[in-house]
């Protein structure tokens, strides 16, 4: 595939029509996204968009204060929002019961949706967890024929190769927050309801309270004991290490949800057991895997799991999330993954050069800051280029219209001209991306961050502006939108012009890349450290991409210099040669593509 085009996408949140969530909402409040909203006309969206690939993310059953929607609520103490992180699993061979219309028969409506998006030309990928699991993972389990992680460990030691987990024998688990939690408790058996509840889970409190203002003292009495367990502190002992820490007492910003799997470097059971995962959801019809974390669990135990897994199905792809750009070549050329984040390559880079511009208008900024930058990373990348995936935003990073980043859409269009066209490298798109989603709601657990909450039950309004355009079919026609829906439209327009391009037109897909800036240094109106320039050619088409990152209009001539003809094996002609610069003007924090007439 020459430029697979990925779009991330939350379940939970994509559908989910709640005109007025409210923070810390439970989810009989604030509502649920089902398998059955990524209906056929959200899919046709999809491919008309040019997508290859749909990453649902959050499709495996993981931890959730909830107990409603089939769920069964784990501990709230160690649980990270209202409806919890997608990364505290707690049942690898099971999906999340709140997102089937009928909890009983989900797994059959995930195959439904599997089958839907093959269908529509797309393929699907979900997320492995390689590294951690929630801390009641096993509690959940659907079945006696699937392994399930840490039954059978000895927990009298803390390392050996035959346990999957790690043990403190003697020390009890230290949770951070552990006064507020117990003190939240205590004023909810004490019919205290004025406290600010942040850790209880919304519907318990609720519940509760209702109870307690509309029933005997027996009747509270009765509904506290009834839910004694999640009342009271959470109880770990032996402690086990948590994902990312190998501590009994992990802090605040650790991922205190979750225990760390130990898979030694060499082959264990554990390798088997986690093998069994994959295998399973090949067998559903999954046909790749963004994987979590890999640099915190060892390289030998992945190489070894994707050359078991290609071996019997050569087409499943894996998805690397690296940070460790030293490690890149690695991961591709030992490990064997398909694809690498390029987040602190690509991203880093686009996203210094845009803040530094946003910050600093007119006045110098500093080398690092510089869109030189952007040479500076696909030289370092080397033959690895392809192999990278670009984005501008995903579940992690903050929105590229936050007040935290980019302030608004439509400053996106020039990093997004390089990072979607410089190379035949993958992109992704984040839902919401194309409507400007800004992430500045505070939906509960991280606050007003920037980012699209991973941890609460919510409803972002550009996700259900986007359903509208989807329902009504409003993006197949050039016509105004409805008034509530006319200022998405523009950016919309614009965004997925843009990534309409990519995935159709060779050059982009498939074609040659010259970087023009370094013959540029000195041309009238092109600044080294916020313009840049580069060619795409795939031998029927030569395409000039510009991008300003400026917050001025940039009007420039472009040099394309001898190299870049013998290169590219283009011939010169009256209009377009080494003589005679191309006239292109920019408006700020913007992108133009401009076809050129070459000969071969």
Request: charged residues 25%; glycine residues 6%.
């Amino acid at each position: 595939m020459d430029k697979p085009v990925i779009y991330q996408l939350l379940p939970r949140l994509w559908g989910n029509s709640c005109e007025s969530p409210a923070e810390r909402g439970s989810l009989e409040d604030n509502g649920t996204g089902k398998f059955s909203g990524i209906d056929s006309p959200s899919l046709e969206y999809l491919k008309w968009l040019g997508c290859t690939h749909i990453w649902y993310t959050g499709i495996i059953r993981h931890a959730t204060k909830t107990a409603s929607g089939g769920c069964r609520p784990s501990h709230p103490q160690f649980v990270k929002g209202e409806a919890g992180s997608p990364y505290a699993i707690s049942d690898y061979f099971d999906v999340n019961p709140y997102l089937a219309d009928d909890p009983d028969r989900r797994m059959e409506e995930f195959e439904a949706l599997v089958e839907r998006t093959h269908r529509a030309g797309m393929k699907v990928l979900i997320d492995f967890v390689p590294n951690h699991v929630s801390r009641d993972y096993g509690d959940f389990s659907t079945g006696t024929s699937n392994p399930v992680l840490g039954r059978g460990d000895d927990v009298s030691v803390h390392w050996t190769q035959n346990n999957d987990f790690f043990y403190y024998p003697g020390q009890s688990l230290e949770l951070p927050d552990k006064t507020a939690f117990t003190e939240e408790c205590d004023s909810l058996a004490a019919g205290d309801f004025d406290r600010k509840y942040t850790l209880l889970p919304a519907w318990l409190v609720s519940q509760a309270k209702d109870i307690f203002e509309h029933a005997s003292p027996e009747d509270y009495n009765a509904f506290l004991s009834r839910n004694r367990q999640l009342l009271s502190p959470y109880r770990e002992n032996p402690a086990r290490a948590t994902g990312n820490s190998y501590t009994p007492s992990p802090t605040v910003n650790d991922w205190y949800e979750t225990i760390k799997i130990n898979y030694c470097d060499s082959h264990s059971q554990t390798w088997d057991k986690m093998l069994s995962v994959i295998e399973f959801w090949t067998g559903k019809g999954v046909d790749g895997f963004r994987c979590d974390m890999v640099e915190l669990v060892p390289w030998q135990f992945m190489q070894w799991l994707i050359a078991s897994v290609k071996a019997a199905h050569p087409d499943i792809i894996f998805i690397a999330e690296v940070y460790k750009k030293e490690l890149y070549r690695k991961y591709i050329r030992e490990v064997g993954f398909d694809y690498l984040y390029d987040k602190s390559g690509m991203y880093d880079t686009l996203r210094t050069v845009v803040e530094a511009n946003l910050s600093s208008f007119g006045m110098p900024i500093e080398l690092w800051q510089s869109a030189r930058g952007i040479t500076r990373n696909w030289q370092s990348l080397g033959d690895l280029q392809p192999y990278m995936l670009n984005f501008l935003e995903n579940h992690d990073e903050q929105r590229f219209a936050s007040d935290f980043f980019g302030k608004a859409a439509k400053n996106s269009i020039a990093p997004l001209t390089v990072s979607l066209y410089l190379n035949r490298a993958p992109f992704m798109v984040y839902m919401g991306e194309e409507m400007g989603e800004r992430g500045m709601d505070r939906e509960g657990f991280s606050g007003c961050d920037g980012r699209t909450s991973i941890f609460d039950w919510w409803s972002p309004a550009s996700l259900r502006a986007l359903k509208k355009v989807i329902g009504e079919r409003l993006y197949l026609t050039d016509s105004p939108w409805p008034e509530e829906l006319e200022g998405y439209r523009p950016f919309f327009r614009e965004f997925t012009d843009m990534v309409r391009f990519a995935s159709a037109d060779d050059a982009v897909r498939k074609g040659m890349t010259y970087d023009l800036c370094y013959c540029n240094t000195n041309s009238d109106g092109f600044d080294i450290d916020r313009h840049f320039a580069f060619l795409r050619d795939c031998g029927d088409e030569t395409l000039l991409f510009v991008a300003n990152f400026s917050l001025r209009e940039a009007r420039m001539k472009i040099s394309i210099p001898a190299h870049a003809f013998e290169w590219l094996e283009l011939a010169p002609t009256a209009a377009v040669n080494p003589d005679t610069p191309v006239e292109v003007t920019v408006a700020p924090m913007s992108g133009v593509k401009i076809t050129l007439s070459c000969g071969k």
